[in-house]
């Protein structure tokens, strides 16, 4: 696919990180936490992108009122606000199980202008709830499911698509 940019042919350019094989573990708390098995996209070319996510999760929780994982991807070290989505999330259900065990995959597509240069990271927070609450949490990569960041250059800057 070509175009042209103020008489400029140019060609958008794609950008792709994929987690390796594994976990990531994630404490407890409700804390933006780095998933560093994700690697670090570094944007190329400035301009406006559509960018897709897909990250699943596991949740193990015993005694709790509520679990959830959110994932969030961070700008040059900063929370991008439209980039949060929630994979896993359970709340008391009025079963009598003490305890859940569950996993789900989330995605979510957006559009953001970047500049050269950017960093793009993925993050995710466990939060349980609960007074005797207990349980984990993780990013899991895996042939049942693997995690995604996909950026494709689709404007120049300033450019509102």
Not at 37 to 49: C, E, F, S
Not at 54 to 73: D, E, P, Q
Not at 109 to 118: I, L, M, Q, T
Not at 143 to 148: A, I, L, S, T, W
């Amino acid at each position: 696919m070509t175009g042209t940019d103020g008489g400029r042919q140019f060609r958008p350019t794609w950008l792709e990180a994929v987690q390796s094989l594994g976990q990531h573990v994630l404490t407890a708390g409700g804390v933006y936490q780095h998933v560093t098995q994700m690697p670090t996209l570094n944007v190329v070319r400035a301009g406006v992108y559509v960018v897709t996510v897909n990250v699943r999760g596991h949740v193990f929780a015993t005694g709790a009122t509520s679990a959830f994982i959110v994932n969030a991807l961070f700008k040059n070290g900063s929370l991008l606000n439209q980039s949060e989505m929630n994979p896993v999330a359970y709340a008391q259900d009025g079963t009598t199980d003490s305890q859940k065990n569950f996993q789900a995959a989330a995605g979510i597509s957006f559009v953001e202008e970047f500049a050269f240069g950017d960093t793009i990271d993925l993050y995710s927070r466990l939060t349980i709830g609960g007074v005797t609450a207990n349980g984990s949490g993780q990013i899991i990569s895996d042939p049942n499911g693997y995690n995604r960041i996909t950026m494709l250059w689709i404007a120049p800057p300033g450019t509102t698509p």
